[in-house]
């Protein structure tokens, strides 16, 4: 039960992972990994957001602990120790246990690995210090969010840190890692600029919708308008797929968004909400050509809330990294 019925619940619960310094190196490993993050955690606390600590103090802080009982607004970070020169080489496999097998990296598309499209040898999920700690942290964020929401006493949760959309079966793809975004009955939702082609299995009997860019070329190539899943012979399918062509705006974004949005919200009637709000759909994006505005993004955030439905937001992709921090500083601002 999520707790939807109950209209007591106003607060938020904030989840993120941090790192202890911006200049970590992990930082500049990888294009996932969290400075942007640090960078919107920092901006939410500079306008006072976050006024409240609970929960765990950071060293103790990790996928274990559990939120608060309290109902009003508050924080709870997940920090990174910096600990940048760890064990460089060392592959994990899928406990987390260390292995330096290179077959064994290579099936879960860890570390560099050959692209037989690409045809040469990439290194997209590369094999970056504490690796393992990362994932369990960044998804402990999200299961802890879930586990607020399902307690019903928050009504919306948040982790900036989550929002990996793209691991599949046991394979990292695509700067991802561990999939936190599978849960079951409820809608999820995806306006980052890729297909959140990683949580589609998973979602086949609930409902799933995303909206991104496509062009035949932009990666992971998938979700066409056409691909729709589930549901009975083609009557209320599950899997929803909204393509955007390059430099889609706010008024086109929307004029899909709501109408999409409120359909899906009146055939599913679902009881909760993952939205994965990955900010590369703003205009000026490193990695990706949508063109929404801050505003814009979070009026995608605000119809949802609309519904009512405990909501879980996740972060993702967002490559400009100033414009991620301003985005998702916005949102939690918006929304508590
Ligand atoms: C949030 N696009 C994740 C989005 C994942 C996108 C891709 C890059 C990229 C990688 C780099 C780099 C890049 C400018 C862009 C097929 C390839 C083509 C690597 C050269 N610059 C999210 C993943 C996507 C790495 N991958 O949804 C190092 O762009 O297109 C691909 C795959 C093979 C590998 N080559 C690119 O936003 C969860 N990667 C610069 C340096
Ligand atoms: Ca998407």
């Not at 007591?8 to 990994?33: D, F, G, I, N």
């Not at 942290?137 to 840190?161: E, H, P, T």
């Not at 599949?168 to 079951?184: L, M, Q």
């Amino acid at each position: 039960d999520g707790g939807g019925g109950v209209t007591k619940q106003k607060s938020v619960c904030y989840y993120t992972t941090t790192h202890a310094s911006p200049t970590l190196t992990t930082a500049r490993q990888h294009e996932m990994v969290p400075h942007r993050v640090s960078m919107t955690h920092a901006l939410i606390n500079a306008y006072g957001r976050l006024a409240r600590r609970h929960g765990p103090s950071p060293r103790r802080a990790g996928h274990r602990a559990r939120p608060p009982a309290s109902s009003s607004p508050m924080t709870q970070t997940y920090q990174i120790p910096p600990r940048p020169h760890a064990a460089p080489a060392d592959y994990y496999d899928a406990t987390g246990a260390k292995t330096r097998r290179r077959e064994a990296a290579e099936g879960y598309n860890l570390g560099e690995v050959w692209n037989e499209r690409a045809r040469c040898v990439t290194n997209e999920n590369p094999v970056i210090d504490n690796l393992w700690d990362y994932c369990r942290r960044y998804a402990g964020g999200s299961l802890a969010a879930a586990r607020a929401l399902a307690s019903g006493k928050y009504k919306v949760a948040i982790n900036w840190s989550g929002g990996m959309h793209h691991v599949c079966e046991g394979k990292a793809g695509g700067f991802c890692y561990v999939n936190d975004i599978v849960f079951r009955r409820v809608l999820y939702l995806d306006i980052n600029a890729h297909h959140g082609d990683g949580v589609k299995t998973a979602f086949v009997d609930d409902s799933r919708v995303s909206f991104h860019q496509f062009d035949g070329e932009f990666f992971p190539r998938t979700g066409a308008a056409v691909d729709v899943g589930g549901g009975d012979n083609g009557v209320c399918p599950t899997l929803i797929n909204v393509p955007l062509q390059v430099g889609t705006r706010d008024g086109r974004y929307h004029q899909l968004f709501a109408p999409v949005v409120d359909r899906v919200m009146a055939v599913f009637e679902p009881d909760a909400v993952v939205m994965q709000c990955g900010a590369d759909s703003l205009a000026g994006d490193w990695l990706a050509s949508l063109g929404l505005s801050v505003r814009g993004h979070a009026k995608c955030v605000r119809i949802v809330k609309g519904y009512g439905l405990p909501l879980l937001l996740l972060g993702g992709g967002g490559y400009t990294i100033n414009h991620v921090a301003s985005c998702w500083c916005y949102e939690t601002k918006k929304i508590t």
